[in-house]
């Protein structure tokens, strides 16, 4: 008589899934989602950045673009260039106290950006201070320009137009930027200069001196031959010496 035949071998059991073992894959999906979340963030962000830049660059005063911003800056709450955009919209619009505070969060996030100095420093020359928060903007605008060519035209600019502000030992350092500006970009610093109407006040200030006396003796005689000059001759000497914006356009 034939019987059933009996099962022989192991009998594997069926794993369990329990809450602990469950658990590193919530936080690996719960990390997941939250790095797609931030990228996705600073993507709309930089979109909202962009969106202003464009704007502003048409229109400084945008209401467009100040709102953009201020979106850009919930996404982007470490990025300094969207407060420094902030703070060009908020002074284009008069606002120097806005200005002067997105500045300042700007320089928070990045504080060794020469570029956020001369903002910082314009601001407050614009507000006309006298104290010791526009010294120090002004003396790093002037120090970190040096590392960077573009701004030493800037750092002349700011230089001058703050001199009367400045406290004695202030101007001290304030000469030794201009001076060195005048000596690395002597051509570029004259043409600000003529181009901005300084020429006149820097070659006659007392205290203000920038290695340039023999181009200075020429300013009052340049400024009517350069205005009156048309023959080529002309215009190349003025060209040659830095004064170009007083040359009349053939």
């Avoid at 420094?84 to 908020?90: D, G, K, V, Y």
């Avoid at 284009?92 to 950006?113: K, V």
């Avoid at 407050?124 to 960077?148: D, F, H, K």
């Amino acid at each position: 008589m034939y019987g059933a035949t009996p099962i022989t071998g192991t009998v594997t059991p069926t794993p369990t899934v329990t809450t602990a073992s469950r658990r590193p894959l919530a936080l690996a999906a719960a990390l997941c989602g939250l790095l797609t979340l931030l990228a996705l963030s600073r993507l709309v962000g930089e979109g909202y950045r962009w969106l202003a830049e464009e704007r502003l660059a048409r229109r400084p005063d945008s209401a467009v673009a100040a709102q953009a911003l201020q979106l850009a800056a919930r996404l982007l709450p470490r990025d300094a260039r969207v407060r420094e955009a902030l703070a060009r919209s908020a002074a284009a619009r008069g606002d120097l106290d806005q200005a002067l505070a997105w500045s300042e969060a700007a320089l928070q996030r990045s504080p060794a950006d020469p570029w956020l100095w001369q903002q910082q420093a314009r601001l407050r020359l614009a507000r006309i201070e006298r104290s010791a928060a526009a010294e120090q903007a002004v003396r790093q605008a002037m120090t970190r320009a040096r590392t960077v060519p573009p701004l030493q035209l800037q750092s002349v600019r700011t230089a001058v137009a703050y001199w009367n502000l400045a406290s004695p030992s202030q101007r001290e350092a304030l000469q030794q930027a201009l001076r060195l500006a005048a000596a690395e970009q002597t051509l570029a610093v004259k043409r600000l200069l003529v181009r901005e109407n300084r020429a006149r006040y820097v070659c006659g200030h007392p205290q203000i001196e920038l290695g340039l006396p023999g181009w200075c003796a020429l300013v009052p005689i340049a400024e009517q031959r350069c205005r009156a000059g048309a023959d080529a001759t002309t215009r190349q000497r003025c060209q040659a010496q830095g004064f170009d914006a007083w040359l009349r356009r053939p």
